[in-house]
């Protein structure tokens, strides 16, 4: 989707490896967003940044930290994987009045 | 807690068969609610965004509503390419967050 850039696409890892999911939006938001989507869960909020520099806990932040590196830029890691992460991961910018424009997701198998 | 449910969650539609999806709410005080197309394997595309009740708004074969409760899209002489899942999710006034329903997922048979 145009102005939400996610990488990697798609991802294996085995239980307790680490990994960070990149975002980047080039439409000069103040605010991202990360996401998880699960079978009969729908999209469900991990975490946010409202402003560069600032971050907040979503619906289910637990085994997540996030980092907001610049204006653009805002990274999702898993510390240690366990098999209950693995999911569909969205990134979406941005707040406000204005409608979310979401990433393509990343395809997240932890084994 | 803001609230969405959505129902039905499966439609299978015959083309050209109209019908209508249904977004129920609950939220201290609606700022937004929004629509979405979601494709497998993408990310959701927003379609609309309704403020207030009474609102109502078009994109070809789309038509969204708004009531204080609930709000419909109405797919009128829907085809193929229409098969999609739709998300509804709403913002309520003082929060930055959207929450989002399940989805409905429309399956439109030539």
């Known amino acids: 989707n145009a102005g939400v850039t996610q990488t990697p696409k798609f991802q294996v890892l085995k239980t307790g490896q680490s990994m960070t999911l990149q975002c980047a939006q080039d439409?000069?938001?103040?605010?991202m967003y990360w996401y998880r989507q699960d079978p009969g869960m729908g999209l469900r909020l991990i975490y946010y940044?409202?402003?560069?520099?600032?971050?907040d806990k979503g619906e289910v932040p637990n085994g997540y930290n996030v980092s907001r590196l610049n204006k653009r830029e805002f990274s999702l890691r898993l510390e240690s994987a366990a098999p209950s992460q693995t999911s569909v991961y969205f990134c979406?910018?941005?707040?406000?009045?204005?409608?979310?424009?979401f990433g393509d997701g990343t395809r997240l198998s932890i084994l | 807690e803001d609230q969405v449910t959505q129902s039905p969650e499966a439609l299978r539609l015959q083309e050209g068969e109209s019908s209508s999806l249904n977004c129920s709410y609950t939220?201290?005080?609606?700022?937004?609610l929004f629509w979405y197309r979601q494709d497998p394997g993408k990310g959701p595309e927003f379609l609309f965004t309704?403020?207030?009740a009474g609102e109502e708004k078009e994109k070809e074969r789309l038509k969204a509503t708004l009531t204080k409760k609930e709000s419909f899209l109405h797919i009128t002489a829907p085809k193929p390419e229409d098969s999609a899942t739709y998300l509804c999710?709403?913002?309520?006034?003082?929060?930055?967050?959207?929450?989002f329903g399940k989805g409905n997922q429309v399956v439109v048979i030539p």
């Open positions: 979406a910018s941005p707040g406000g009045d204005q409608p979310q424009h």
């Open positions: 439409m000069n938001h103040n605010s």
């Open positions: 940044s409202a402003s560069e520099g600032t971050t």
């Open positions: 939220v201290s005080g609606l700022r937004g």
């Open positions: 309704l403020y207030s």
């Open positions: 999710a709403v913002r309520s006034y003082g929060n930055n967050r959207l929450a």
